[in-house]
């Protein structure tokens, strides 16, 4: 009755693939750590994103039980909390012996 | 029109939640309900507390607003919204606004799964208690921007041990309610549920609430949930991040006036929510007291004639006290107020006798009637415990919550699936260390 | 398992997806853009939060609600407890952007430009990625995962679960050896 407003996969794409892009600009572009780190964590988003809309287009194909994509997506939310544990840590650490949260002062490879 | 009308009546004859239903009607009558409701119960909250605070420490509490202060809170509100609304000079604006509403949105849209009753409920979710405390832990992000936003010490102090505090007592309770979902599995085709309504169904399928099942197992679960909650809640005796005495007022000194009693609302509501997750996890929902002691139709009767009881016991009280009243004529237009108070309680009373209204209130009664139970001890807490200090209050939750839920989560596990346990474990274990004890002989 | 509902698609997907994304879309760019640190961080919450709407959209409840109690409710309160410990005056005057952004900026655009060419690209007549109607499937979401994860037949995923606890361990303790004075 909607084919032409309906949402398809394809939407949750390019969609996820925007999200992607920003969350990849930042990363490249920021200096605050913190920041740099809420950039994955877009990405990670995004991720997700595509992973649950084709779990979507799967279980269209496979019957309601094809549930793969959405369990890869959980794995993915673990992933980044362990991420952001270690991150932040890191980033804790940094803070400590630097006095300073931007990245581009971090270019000795070494203490 | 009439289609209009049609779509309206459909919903009665459902047996399922207006959300469930896709009634949209019906959802926003219930929103609306369910809001106004817990407005009314808010209020009541705060003219509860003092009175019973104020018993306990042998004082009279607020007498002057009204007959007994029935009146104070709605005077406190006008105080509140007539106040001079501040922000701090060096305040971050835009977060300070937004702070005390996501507070309150996160304390308010908890209510959606809140289960009243088989189909008194917004809406019936397949995740319904992963969704109650997800949207519940959203509440402390309202906390951390307040106190960061006000650019004050006190605040910031107290958001950071709000947000520690509640970020370690989420994992404790959160163990609590795994095991109490584990027991929602113990049936024919053993699988569990999430849903807030589902929880209560299993409860009822199985004859049993879930606070006596696996003795002790149910009961220490129970407790960790009952301790976390109040941390969560931010109540004594762990009320550090608001705590009077070292931070003023915590992550909310720098608010006044309609924000700060976004605040108030918040707090109130966030422990109506917890005990409402506690009532339906562990106390058996809307359903009445001994289901399977005192059943059949004579007792179903019995106790479902106990609302109106209780409403007119209500008016009865309030008509005690009229009689108590000073008989001075200044006192007679607040005499005639608790007689009228008393007068519509008892009203209430005698309309909840009749069938059709006895019915449909039971379930929600009960549920009720258990929330009260959990508000009356929150206000025992506070007016008994004394404030823990903060690494005492780390210690109970990381030290003495975590691993007890962690042993407790195992041990249900364990004992749920105690046949398969003893026959696939414990019996072949126990042959092949026989075996082996015989070899050495 | 219920008709009633199944019959009942639900209204207006389009407004919602629309709308929804748009959130995403200008929490992610607050998100990239603002000097001040807890303001991208309440940017990205709001993006998760709009995420989460859309993974009900896509009917996975179960991940909306991780999502929800994980992501805003767990992740994003470290992050802002940590924005708070190493909250510094200054970071709000200094340059916000490294000076590679052009390069990054390139680079970025580089990669949506594969994505278009990519999502637009046809083999055979027909687009790579399929326009699949997200058509409803009334079933138990969060039971389905479950059996996917745990289930001693079917658990594909039992393995991996697993390793995501050894993850989760290793991070537990890489966490308190970074951010810990003296261990």
Redesign the interface.
């Known amino acids: 009755m909607?084919a032409m407003?309906?949402?398809?996969?394809?939407?949750?794409?390019?969609?996820g693939?925007?999200?992607?892009?920003?969350?990849?600009?930042?990363?490249?572009?920021?200096?605050?750590v913190?920041?740099v780190?809420?950039?994955i964590?877009?990405i990670l988003?995004a991720v997700?994103?595509n992973l649950?809309?084709f779990?979507?287009?799967w279980?269209?194909?496979h019957?309601?039980?094809a549930?793969?994509g959405?369990?890869f997506?959980?794995?993915v939310?673990?992933?980044?909390?362990?991420?952001?544990?270690?991150g932040?840590?890191?980033?804790?650490?940094f803070?400590?012996n630097k006095?300073?949260?931007?990245?581009?002062e971090v270019n000795l490879l070494k203490w | 029109m009439h289609a209009l009308v049609q779509y309206i009546e459909s919903y009665l004859s459902s047996d399922k939640t207006p959300g469930t239903a896709g009634n949209w009607f019906w959802a926003t009558v219930y929103v609306l309900l369910v809001f106004v409701g817990l407005s009314i119960a808010v209020i009541a909250m705060n003219w509860l507390e003092r009175k019973i605070l104020a018993h306990m420490q042998v004082r009279l509490g607020p007498m002057r607003v009204g007959p007994h202060g029935l009146l104070q809170p709605i005077a406190d509100a006008l105080k509140l919204l007539l106040k001079e609304d501040i922000i701090p000079d060096g305040a971050d604006k835009v977060v300070f606004w937004i702070a005390p509403f996501i507070v309150v949105l996160a304390a308010f849209t908890v209510f959606v799964v809140v289960p009243f009753g088989p189909t008194h409920a917004i809406t019936d979710m397949n995740i319904g208690i992963l969704f109650m405390l997800g949207v519940s832990s959203l509440s402390v992000l309202g906390i951390v921007t307040a106190g960061w936003a006000s650019n004050s010490h006190y605040p910031l102090i107290g958001a950071l041990r709000s947000s520690a505090q509640m970020v370690s007592y989420e994992v404790a309770m959160g163990l609590a309610v795994v095991s109490a979902i584990l027991m929602t599995s113990l049936n024919e085709s053993s699988t569990g549920t999430l849903s807030m309504i589902g929880i209560v169904e299993a409860q009822k399928a199985q004859g049993e609430w879930f606070l006596f099942k696996f003795f002790p197992l149910g009961i220490i679960a129970f407790a960790i949930f009952a301790i976390a909650m109040v941390a969560e809640t931010n109540r004594a005796p762990f009320d550090l991040p608001e705590a009077e005495s070292e931070l003023t007022a915590g992550f909310h000194t720098e608010y006044s006036g309609f924000r700060w009693s976004l605040f108030f609302l918040a707090e109130y509501s966030a422990m109506i929510a917890v005990s409402s997750i506690a009532v339906t996890l562990w106390l058996g929902g809307w359903l009445r007291p001994f289901p399977n002691l005192l059943h059949g139709t004579t007792w179903d009767l019995a106790f479902s004639f106990i609302p109106g009881i209780a409403f007119l016991l209500l008016g009865a009280m309030c008509f005690y006290n009229t009689a108590r009243m000073p008989k001075h004529p200044l006192f007679k237009i607040q005499t005639i107020g608790l007689a009228g108070f008393g007068a519509v309680l008892a009203l209430i009373g005698l309309v909840m006798f009749l069938p059709p209204v006895r019915e449909r209130v039971g379930d929600i009664f009960w549920f009720s009637a258990k929330v009260a139970g959990f508000m009356y001890l929150y206000i025992w807490y506070r007016g008994t415990f004394p404030r823990y200090r903060f690494d005492q209050l780390m210690k109970v939750g990381w030290k003495v919550l975590l691993p007890t839920g962690l042993a407790l989560l195992i041990c249900t596990a364990l004992w749920a699936m105690r046949s398969e346990v003893w026959t696939q474990v414990v019996v072949p274990v126990g042959m092949g260390f026989a075996d082996f004890v015989r070899r050495l002989l | 398992m219920n008709p009633q509902i199944a019959g009942n698609p639900p209204v207006a997907?389009?407004y919602f997806?629309y709308g929804l994304?748009a959130i995403?879309?200008i929490g992610?760019?607050l998100?990239?853009t603002?000097k001040n640190?807890v303001h991208?961080?309440l940017a990205?919450i709001t993006?998760?939060l709009a995420?989460a709407a859309?993974?009900l959209?896509?009917?996975?409840p179960?991940?909306a609600g991780?999502?929800i109690i994980?992501?805003a409710g767990?992740?994003m309160v470290?992050?802002l407890f940590?924005?708070m410990?190493?909250s510094?005056e200054r970071?709000e005057k200094?340059?916000?952007?490294?000076?590679?952004?052009l390069?990054?900026?390139a680079?970025?655009a580089a990669?949506?430009g594969l994505?278009i060419t990519v999502?637009t690209a046809t083999t055979k007549g027909r687009?790579l990625?399929?326009?699949?109607?997200?058509?409803y499937?009334?079933?138990q979401?969060t039971q389905?995962?479950a059996?996917?994860?745990f289930d001693q037949h079917g658990g594909?995923?039992m393995f991996?679960f697993e390793i995501?606890s050894l993850?989760?361990l290793?991070?537990?303790i890489?966490?308190?050896?970074?951010?810990k004075?003296r261990i």
Request: glycine share 6%.
């Open positions: 909607h407003t309906d949402i398809s996969t394809l939407h949750y794409l390019v969609l693939a925007a999200l992607f892009l920003l969350g990849v600009i930042g990363v490249l572009t920021r200096r605050n913190v920041i780190l809420m950039s964590e877009l988003n997700n994103l649950v809309a779990s979507r287009y279980q269209s194909i019957g309601p039980s549930l793969h959405q369990v997506a959980i794995f939310i673990t992933d980044a909390a362990a991420e952001a544990a270690v932040l840590g890191i980033l804790i650490a803070f400590r006095e300073t949260v931007n990245v581009d | 997907t389009p997806f994304a995403m879309i992610g760019i998100v990239i603002r640190a991208s961080a990205l993006t998760l995420q859309l993974y959209m896509l009917y996975a179960f991940v991780v999502q994980l992501y767990g992740i470290l992050f940590v924005i410990l190493i510094i970071a200094e340059r916000q952007f490294n000076k590679q952004w390069v990054g900026i680079a970025a990669l949506g994505f999502y687009v990625f399929p326009e699949g109607r997200t058509s499937v009334d079933m979401n389905g995962i059996n996917l994860l594909t995923y991996a995501a993850l989760l290793v991070a537990i890489g966490a308190v050896v970074m951010a004075k």
